[in-house]
């Protein structure tokens, strides 16, 4: 058997910080894929991640001789107890690697291999080979870990029978359920939006912990992805936002409810265009809550001179910008909606350029996941 999967990456529109103290936020998927191919093999498992120029195999017999912790009803959880077994058998296998994010790529692949199998094969574990390859940067908030738990989730659960390669509405909630459990080996406690919208695409709302509506249809929406070429530590900044809370509770809590309104009225504005696409008004509101949002995110101390700097190139061709993500650097989208017209984009994209900038022409509300080959 051959399968051949894609799923979309992420962008925040709305939202970023919000979420953390229950408000809404709007995540939406890009016009980025990860694609993985799963191939069955007589007695090897070979994972390949070509974007990282890494690839480790494990012989069948020998993996079967590790006790792994049971399985426990239709999704298996995450546990520390799995985890540690995993790290076991990663580490004892590449006793000299020193990438964490190679390390937990290769932990959220094993047990999804392992639990998928056990869970719909009668514990069985089917040998096979998988390559992957993405268009996603690691660490720039566009959701690679989500978009390759995702993909990875798919196609076990079609390698094993448990979902058809149509992807009805019931397999890709399945899907959703064993990429959030990757997640947690990625990042602990995830809030369920990067695997949500890598599987479902288009855009979704999400609020208090919850997906509360989506839209899986959108018209194409043309952004600028431009990454600023800063690291950023997100941890760091929750926290800080998280002392200015303590401090200032009643002013940041203003800051959040303004966000948590421009999500919302974000939110009508998407199903607006979904019903006319090309109305100038709709695309003329949803510019100004993004340079709204830009300033608010300024006053909890998340911006970065080089995001301000975006956002002034881009005010410069009437376009608006804000970053995504946790900011003080990191990514920031730029609207490609002007009222000059269109003429000016190109100009718009190659000053960032000329500051140093990367720059993609993308587009926002893509498919989420899908079957792009299959050979029995």
């Known amino acids: 058997m ?7 990456g992420k962008t925040i529109l709305h939202g970023e910080h919000a979420v953390v103290y229950g408000k809404a936020a709007i995540a939406v998927s890009l016009s980025l894929r990860t694609s993985l191919t799963l191939t069955s093999h007589e007695d090897k498992v070979v994972l390949n991640l070509r974007s990282l120029g890494f690839k480790r ?41 020193d990438s964490e994010n190679l390390k937990l790529a290769f932990i959220a692949f094993l047990y999804l291999w392992i639990y998928v199998s056990k869970c719909y094969n009668n514990g069985a574990m089917l040998p096979c080979i998988v390559d992957v390859d993405s268009e996603l940067s690691i660490g720039s908030g566009m959701g690679s870990s989500a978009s390759y738990s995702v993909c990875l989730s798919t196609a076990m659960l079609v390698f094993c029978g448990r979902t058809t390669p149509s992807l009805f509405p019931e397999d890709k909630e399945l899907i959703n359920k064993w990429a959030f459990q990757a997640e947690r080996i990625f990042h602990g406690k995830p809030s369920g939006i990067d695997n949500a919208i890598c599987t479902f695409g288009g855009a979704l709302l999400f609020e208090n912990g919850e997906v509360l509506e989506v839209l899986p249809n959108l018209p194409s929406i043309g952004i600028l992805l431009v990454n600023t070429k800063v690291s950023r530590n997100t ?13 200032s509770s009643d002013i940041i809590d203003a800051i959040m409810q303004a966000i948590h309104s421009i999500s919302k009225q974000s939110w009508q504005l998407l199903k ?67 009222e000059n017209g269109n003429s000016c984009f190109e100009s718009l994209k190659e000053e960032l350029k000329q500051h140093d900038f990367d720059v993609q022409n993308l587009f926002l509300g893509c498919s989420g996941v899908k079957i792009d080959f299959q050979r029995q």
């Open 235 to 247: 941890k760091l900044l929750v926290s800080n936002v998280k002392k200015k809370h303590e401090n």
């Open 2 to 8: 051959k399968i051949t999967v894609s799923s979309p």
């Open 57 to 97: 195999e494990w012989d069948l017999n020998v993996l079967s001789d590790y006790s792994f912790p049971e399985s426990d009803g239709d999704i298996t959880a995450v546990t520390d107890e799995i985890i540690e077994k995993l790290t076991q058998v990663f580490t004892l296998n590449n006793p000299d690697c």
């Open 272 to 338: 607006s265009l979904h019903d006319s696409p090309s109305e100038p008004k709709n695309m003329k509101e949803f510019q100004d809550l993004i340079d709204m949002n830009h300033h608010l995110l300024n006053a909890l101390d998340v911006g970065h001179d080089r995001l301000e700097k975006i956002h002034d190139i881009a005010k410069k061709y009437c376009c608006a910008s804000k970053l995504t993500g946790a900011g003080g650097g990191g990514c920031a989208i730029v609207l490609l909606y002007s």
